[in-house]
């Protein structure tokens, strides 16, 4: 299975066009960043808030502004 997704595919032709080969693109990033970078950061921010209120200490990011 390794040796598959390491081989290059050949390239694909329609009507003897060479179509381009996939990509990452910027709205793939910007997804990637929406959908799990955002829940990242409300889940611990909501931790360390609780971790706050609970022992005193700021442990976030932010505390060391």
């Known amino acids: 299975?390794?040796?598959k997704l390491r081989l290059r595919r050949q390239a694909e032709t329609v009507m003897g066009h060479r179509l381009e080969e996939p990509?990452?693109?910027?709205?793939?990033?910007?997804?990637v960043f929406v959908y799990v970078g955002l829940p990242l950061l409300a889940i611990?921010?909501?931790?360390?808030?609780?971790i706050q209120q609970i022992t005193g200490n700021?442990?976030?990011f932010w505390c060391w502004f």
């Open 44 to 50: 611990s921010s909501a931790v360390d808030l609780l």
């Open 58 to 60: 700021c442990t976030g």
């Open 23 to 31: 990509r990452l693109t910027l709205m793939f990033v910007l997804w």
């Open 1 to 3: 299975m390794l040796n």
